[in-house]
Every structure is written in C-alpha cells, then in structure tokens.
C-alpha cells in the first residue's frame, strides 16, 4: 500500500470528521426512506467531507495499518468512503429512480418500492405474478444500467487501492472470507435433505404448491405467513416491543436519546430500520406498522440494533462506535428478532399448539435465508472476481436455485448484493445469536427474556458497542466462536 502514515494528530483529526461524516449520511437516509425528503442528497456530504474519501488518505492509513493492527478498521472506513464517493452518483440515482418509479397493474399505480410488499400480502397467485413480473421490468429497463456501469467503476476503483479485486481487499481487511466459504459448502450439503423435505412439507400445508410449481412470487407470500395475522396486530407491535423491553429492565419511552418514527408517509419505506445519527445520543427505529409476522420481526430486529447503539459507551473511540465487526450488532438484532423463534415468548400471542407450529414453520425460513446467504457469497465472491459482470446473471440463477430450490430473476444479479460482503455479516451473527441465545437460556432459563439479570448482561455487553469481535464475546461468555454449525444445530433441533 503507497503512502505515507499519518500523525496522531491527523488521525484523531480524521476520526472526529469521519464521525461526522456518518452522522450526516445516516441522517440523510433516514430523511430520504423514512419519506420526509424525495432525495438522498449524498452528493453535498461527501463534497464537503471529499478530503475523508480521497485515494490518498486511504493510502496513508492503509501503511499506517501495515505496521499497527489496529488502523485496521479505520483502513477499511478509508477504503469504503472513497469507493462510496466514486459511486455516489449513480447511488443517487438508483435511490431516486426506485423512490420515483410506478407500475400499473390494471389501472393501478404502485410505487415501485411497494411492490415486494403488494406481492407478500396478495393471496392471489395470478396478482402476485404480475407484480413480480412488473418489478423484473424495472429493474431490467431502469435500474441495471445504471447497476453495471457502477460495478465496472467500483472494480477499477480497487485496483487504484493496491488490489486486484474486492475478494483481494476485504481479505487484507481479515474478513474470513475462504473459512466461511468452507463453512457455506458444508451448510449447504448437509441441510440439503432436511431443508428439501421441510420446504416441501410447508408449501403442501400452505399454498398447497409443491416444489415443481413453486416460483419466485409465491416465497415472499409463504414467509409473509398471513395466516397468523390475527395473532401479529400492527397495533400490538409497539406494546409487545416496549413489554418485552420493560421485563428486562429498559424503558423504551423513557430513553431519551432513541426516537420513535411511527408517522405513516406515502414513500416512507414498509420495512423497519434504525438510523444512527450519533452514537449513542440520537437513534431513530423508523416503522411503518402494517402488522403480521414479518413485520413483527423486522421490528424487532431492528429494535435489537437500537438498542445495542442507544446503549453504547459514548467513551469508545470511532471506530468502537462505528465501525468493527458488523457480525455482532447483527447477532444483537437476530436476538431480539429470535424471540419470533421462541415458544415461551410467543404464547403471550399466541396458545401453546399454535406457537410450536409456528416456531416451525420459522425455522424453515430461517433454513431458507441462511441457505439463501450462503450462496450470496459464493456469488459475491465470483462476481467480485471476474472482469465481465454483465455475464453473471445465468450464475447468480445458478447458485441461489440450488440453494433455494426457488429460481430468482436473473434481472437481480446486481442488485440482490451485499456491499462490502456484508452477508458475512448475516451469516456470522446467525451463528453468535444462536450461542447467545443458549447462553442465556442456560444461565437465566427459557423465560430469559424476563429477567431483569439478563437485560442488564445484555447492556453490559451492548456498553461495549463493536469494540469485541463477535468470536470474543462469545470467548468471554463460554469458551466458543461463531461457527455455523451451532446455527444448523439450532434450527435441526426445530424441524427434526
């Protein structure tokens, strides 16, 4: 790596800017997907933060980090940031074509960011068709495009930063990125009966499909699993979140550096999410209640990184607020979601029968999703490595079939991505929640969740912000590391 290291002096200087620099594009997203501002309005921040992002200051922290370790982090945010500023524009772009694009579906217009939603919550097969089909259309004629003249910037862009691909790069970064591989194969072969069987079994119960019929509009509607709505109110949502808050000890109301957006905008987005507009004195969860299972977890994973972030140490240096392993802020949301998984939690929802049904009928979700990441990264790593992207649909058709045994589109090659190999992120934290979990079912009971003990553990543990590595905390808690084994054992456990 070419340059000169920095001072001291000038790293704490880029430290303080870099935290600022994050704190105005979190604010600018959640302005933008919360629906309050049409446009993302990137371009104006990374202006003024340019010197942040700049091919030079990534290569002087990156000698820095030659010779100490820990600049590690600190590399990478250098490395991401000037990435990011090349790309922006067409980031911006995207983000402002899905914001503004419509499809009429018999005389009906949808935003294009409702249609996923419209087609997890129609019971009409022919209905959900159209709309995926509608969405392909999109993405085909309007987004890709722009997608693919954006990867080929971002592959000359890593060269520029010493390396031959992203693979090359995020391996320096010590992502452990041929271990999980290894770990992904093995996941696939050895869940592959029992997934197969699974899968086949809840699609006979629900849509009544089988595996030679099933397509790619009918999974979001068999995990939107409207059949149990009536035990998922959207209007329960907030209470059963700050409930369940209140037994381990946190005031979800009384928290004075998290906001809760719960106003209802046209293009606000469906999905919850969390902004971390300073860490910790300002986290917003942003939701959109709408009601039903799906939306329940995704509150709920939400609330976990909100939670984790609202209780961060405002001592730690940036990089223990902002930055580190991304594994373990996932671990913390997959807990707090993990609850949709536990029998003892949902029978304040639902009677005892339905709540082991349904921790079932979970588990093959879970099942499909970690099945479906781990073909993400074979993909990833592929796509990262060959010099013609444009040619590596038929490939992402190829791998998540056999993962998922349900076709994609290929017009998604692109856009089903993981910047930063983040689905290691998901794959790891799958892994660190289900240790997690049985810790502190061993230590606190099944009813873990009600007890003062464990929210303050939890606190104590969330005050650490991303200081620990999701493999230390688990080393500190009992002698293990995140392997996912210890996922497929959880969810084995469930379905066998």
């Not at 079932?360 to 010099?387: F, I, M, N, P, S």
Request: hydrophobic share 40%; glycine share 6%.
């Amino acid at each position: 790596m070419e340059g000169t290291p920095l001072s001291q002096r000038a790293l704490e200087n880029y430290r303080d800017r870099a935290d600022r620099f994050l704190a105005e594009l979190e604010e600018a997203e959640y302005l933008h997907f919360a629906g309050i501002k049409p446009e993302l309005g990137l371009e104006a921040i990374y202006e003024r933060f340019s010197d942040l992002t700049s091919l030079e200051q990534a290569r002087a922290i990156g000698a820095g980090a030659a010779s100490d370790s820990h600049l590690i982090e600190l590399w990478r945010f250098a490395c991401e940031g000037y990435l990011g500023a090349l790309t922006r524009a067409a980031s911006e772009r995207l983000a402002a074509l899905e914001s503004g694009l419509e499809a009429t579906i018999n005389g009906e217009r949808i935003p294009f960011r409702m249609l996923r939603p419209e087609i997890a919550n129609s019971d009409q097969r022919a209905r959900r068709e159209q709309l995926e089909r509608a969405r392909t259309e999109l993405v085909a004629s309007e987004l890709c495009p722009v997608q693919i003249g954006q990867r080929a910037l971002l592959r000359e862009s890593v060269r520029d930063l010493g390396c031959e691909s992203a693979v090359d790069l995020y391996r320096r970064f010590g992502f452990p990125l041929d271990e999980l591989v290894a770990e992904c194969r093995s996941l696939l072969s050895e869940t592959e009966d029992l997934y197969e069987r699974s899968l086949e079994h809840l699609l006979k119960a629900r849509p009544g499909i089988g595996l030679d019929e099933v397509a790619r509009w009918d999974t979001p509607r068999l995990f939107r699993a409207s059949h149990w709505d009536a035990g998922f109110p959207g209007a329960q949502m907030l209470p059963a979140l700050e409930r369940t808050l209140t037994d381990l000890g946190i005031d979800l109301r009384s928290q004075k550096n998290v906001e809760l957006d719960v106003e209802s905008r046209p293009n606000k987005s469906p999905r919850a999410f969390c902004s971390l507009i300073e860490i910790p004195s300002r986290i917003v969860l942003v939701i959109k209640p709408i009601g039903g299972s799906d939306d329940w977890r995704a509150l709920l994973h939400e609330a976990g990184h909100t939670e984790h972030y609202a209780n961060t140490s405002a001592g730690l240096s940036f990089e223990h607020r902002r930055l580190g392993d991304n594994a373990v802020t996932e671990g913390w949301a997959f807990l707090l979601e993990g609850l949709m998984a536990t029998p003892e939690w949902l029978e304040r929802q639902l009677d005892r029968p339905s709540a082991t049904a349904f921790c079932w009928e979970g588990a093959v979700q879970t099942l499909y999703y970690a099945r479906r990441y781990c073909a993400k990264l074979l993909y990833e790593l592929e796509l990262h490595d060959t010099t013609e992207p444009a040619l590596m649909a038929s490939r992402y058709v190829e791998l998540l079939r056999n993962a998922t045994l349900v076709e994609p589109s290929a017009t998604d090659y692109l856009s089903d991505l993981d910047e930063g190999f983040y689905c290691t992120s998901y794959l790891r934290a799958w892994a660190f929640e289900a240790r997690v979990r049985a810790f502190l079912r061993d230590r606190f009971g099944s009813h873990w969740f009600e007890r003062e003990q464990a929210g303050a553990l939890l606190r104590e543990l969330w005050s650490e912000g991303q200081r620990l590595s999701a493999d230390e905390i688990l080393h500190e808690l009992d002698g293990s590391h995140v392997e996912l084994a210890s996922l497929v054992a959880q969810v084995r456990e469930i379905l066998d």
